[in-house]
């Protein structure tokens, strides 16, 4: 009984395999992105729900005004800082696919976020990294490959 839920759970779970079917390669747009760098920790209530982040840590700023957090690190790894509060996204080949049910997936940074089926694109940053995108914002911001 307990290995049937196990299995049942699994199987609705966002994994790397999950994008084997109906998913496909994207990559951000090099349009221009602002940003700020938090003088002290907060929580911004991003479109998938708020999102605690310390100090340091990137504030974004997306093409509707909608806001979320980033490492330095995930930074450094995913824009162009340009200076003056501006950076473009670095082109990295990623997967992405339309959410087909409703969930959450787990950020590298702690974070749940939600997404909703036809409303949301899941991206695959990388093995077991994920996030979620409005389904309108990906399709200003992202570029299939």
């Known amino acids: 009984m307990i290995r049937e839920f196990i299995n049942i759970v699994e199987g609705l779970a966002i994994t790397d395999a999950w994008f084997k079917d109906g998913g496909f390669k994207t990559y951000k747009r090099p349009a221009k992105e602002r940003y700020e760098i938090a003088d002290k920790p907060g929580t911004i209530d991003t479109l998938e729900g708020p999102v605690k982040y310390p100090a340091g840590y990137y504030i974004m700023t997306g093409p509707k005004g909608e806001q979320y957090p980033i490492t330095p690190e995930k930074f450094d790894e995913l824009k162009d800082d340009l200076g003056d509060g501006v950076c473009t996204p670095k082109k990295i080949i990623k997967w992405a696919k339309l959410a087909d049910r ?44």
């Open 102 to 145: 409703s969930g959450s997936v787990d950020t590298s940074w702690g974070e749940k976020l939600h997404y909703n089926p036809d409303e949301d694109v899941i991206v695959r940053h990388g093995e077991n990294d994920y996030g979620v995108v409005k389904r309108d914002i990906f399709a200003q911001t992202y570029e299939k490959v």
